[in-house]
């Protein structure tokens, strides 16, 4: 039998994104970033005018940001110590929603925070990402951990039989977003790592089913 599996998300669970993300656009793009309510798109407004960023311009930030600005982002509390503790006795990989040019670059960021995993890029809905992943690992059993409820909906359609853990890191964005636990599609909803490691370990070795 194969090992377990832990597929986990990146930003919001294991480094932060967002509070950075913030800080760069207010000190080189002209932008203030207030997340007020559940919708990142309308936590961008230009400076000047006060306007809302329109869509193509979120879409240009964001991937400059991730082209220049990833040397800004920190662990979060726990997250690198608690994976790595979990990777003693199962095998872990990262499963991101990056352009697939940035593969590399994501896995020479984690490792730099002494994270050594396999990271799998993807874009839109995961559950197909992690259908193409459970198939290639066959593992005895399997989580997700992801801050985004959207991501917990499709897997649940897509691979049910995988657990769910619902973790976001990111006070600023864990009080606005919807809990996937209470949507039924995730497991449970634990937004720090220092509650979350013994469920996950448990839920991977444990008598949980």
Known sequence: MNRPLLISDCDEVLLYMVAPFR??????????????????????????????????????????FFDTEMHRQTPIEGAIEGINAI????????????????????????AKFDLHAKVFTNQGPKGPALSRIMEEYQPSRAIFIDDLPQHHESVSVDVPHVKRLHLCGEPMLASKIDCAFEAGHAHARIDNWNDALPW??????????
């Open 23 to 64: 800080d760069w656009l207010a000190e080189s793009e002209g932008v203030e970033f207030r997340m007020e309510e559940n919708n990142f798109a309308n936590a961008m407004r230009w400076k000047e005018s006060g306007e809302l960023v329109g869509e193509k311009d979120i879409w240009r930030l964001l991937g400059g």
């Open 87 to 110: 990777a003693e006795n199962a095998e872990v990989v990262i499963l991101t929603n990056l352009n697939d040019e940035r593969q590399q670059k994501r896995t020479e960021q984690l």
């Open 200 to 209: 996950l370990l448990d839920q991977l070795h444990g008598d949980s089913e």
